[in-house]
C-alpha cells in the first residue's frame, strides 16, 4: 500500500472529486485567505494541473473525464459538464432547483434533489427522453442527499436530518430506512 498525496498546493483545498478511472481529482483551491477559490483538476501522481471556470460543488460523470457543476440563471437551475481541460461545456438538464445529484453508471440518467411544495422530494431525469419524474414524496423537511450504487440498481437518500433510505432504481420500489 502506497499513499500518495491527490493536491498539495499551498492554502485551502476543499470539496475534492475523484475521476471514476482514478486519474484525476478536482477540487476547490485557495492559495491565499484574500484570494477567491479557484477549481481546478489535477492529474493524480504528476504535478499537472488546469483551471476551470467554474465553483462547486461538483462531480464527475461516471466513465467519462467530464465533470458536472450548477449554474444559476433565470430560468432556474442548469445542470452541466465540462471537460477536465475546461472546454467544452454542455448542457445536462434544467430544473427549478438542483441541490445534489448523481449519474446513474450507465449515463442513462441523473437522480437530483429538489424542493416541492411541502418539502424536498428526489426526481430522475432520463437523459434520453428529457423527462423529469417525481421519485419520492416525502415528509418535511424532507430528502437532501442522492446517491446511486455502482452497479446503478439501487438508489439511497438522505431524509430529514440524518435518516437514509434505500431502494431499487430506476424504478424504486418500497423505500426502506437503513439509518435512523
Known amino acids: 500500500l502506497k499513499t500518495t498525496p491527490l493536491t498539495g498546493n499551498p492554502g485551502r483545498e476543499r470539496r475534492p472529486s475523484i475521476s471514476s478511472d482514478g486519474q484525476f481529482v478536482v477540487f476547490e483551491w485557495q492559495e491565499n485567505p484574500d484570494e477567491p477559490e479557484r477549481t481546478v ?3 493524480i501522481g504528476s504535478g ?3 483551471g476551470l471556470p467554474i465553483s462547486g460543488p461538483f462531480t464527475w460523470i461516471p466513465g467519462t473525464h467530464r465533470i458536472a457543476y450548477r ?3 433565470p430560468g432556474g437551475v442548469k445542470l452541466c459538464s465540462i471537460s477536465r481541460y475546461g472546454d467544452d461545456r454542455q448542457e445536462v438538464l434544467t430544473a427549478k432547483e438542483i441541490r445534489a445529484w448523481a449519474f446513474s453508471p450507465d ?3 441523473v ?4 424542493p416541492t411544495k ?4 428526489v426526481f430522475r431525469y432520463t ?3 428529457r423527462e423529469h419524474k417525481q421519485l419520492t414524496d416525502p415528509p418535511a423537511p424532507g430528502d437532501f442527499g442522492v446517491e446511486l450504487s455502482h452497479d446503478g440498481r439501487q438508489i439511497a437518500v438522505r431524509r430529514g436530518f440524518g435518516d437514509v433510505y434505500v431502494a431499487s432504481f430506476p424504478e424504486p420500489g418500497e423505500w ?3 439509518v435512523s
Open 111 to 114: 437522480a437530483y434533489t429538489a
Open 118 to 121: 411541502a418539502s424536498g422530494a
Open 71 to 73: 449554474e444559476r440563471g
Open 127 to 129: 437523459i434520453a427522453t
Open 107 to 109: 449515463g442513462k440518467y
Open 176 to 178: 426502506r430506512r437503513i
Open 48 to 50: 499537472r494541473f488546469t
Open 41 to 43: 483538476v489535477r492529474e
